[in-house]
């Protein structure tokens, strides 16, 4: 079975960090991209960063640019973003998403309808 499993969600406080992974099964992630992305209540899903899969060529949203790292681990079939120095304006359900034929860098803008499979989704909560 196709899927992407996320975990590394929960509540946390302003100023901390979390990391996300994201493990791919049943399909080989290093043929894709891998993008994330988060959608908060009453808001479109957003784009936040995006990794190539050939070089390793990122994009981040100007939102996160600074305090959150994407990487990926081959060998382990699975992608993390680390997310620091967390605001209330970071809540929301992050989604991790694998994409073929795709090339992320700093002009590189993610869209949902470029990115085949998607995590269940996890929530991120900062709040004091």
């Known amino acids: 079975q196709v899927q992407l499993v996320q975990s590394g969600g929960g509540l946390v406080q302003p100023g901390g960090s979390l990391r996300l992974s994201c493990a791919a099964s049943g399909f080989r992630l290093d043929y894709y991209a891998i993008g994330w992305f988060r959608q908060a209540p009453g808001k479109e899903r957003e784009g936040i960063s995006c990794?190539?899969?050939?070089?390793?060529?990122?994009y981040y949203a100007a939102s996160v640019k600074g305090r959150f790292t994407i990487s990926r681990d081959n060998a382990k079939n699975t992608g993390y973003l680390q997310m620091n120095s967390l605001n209330a304006e970071d809540t929301a359900v992050y989604y991790c998403?694998?994409?073929?034929?795709?090339?992320?860098?700093?002009?590189?803008?993610?869209?949902?309808?470029?990115?085949?499979?998607w995590g269940q989704g996890t929530q991120v909560t900062v709040s004091s």
């Open positions: 998403a694998a994409g073929e034929a795709l090339y992320c860098d700093s002009d590189y803008s993610p869209s949902t309808a470029d990115f085949q499979t």
């Open positions: 990794i190539s899969r050939i070089d390793g060529a990122t």
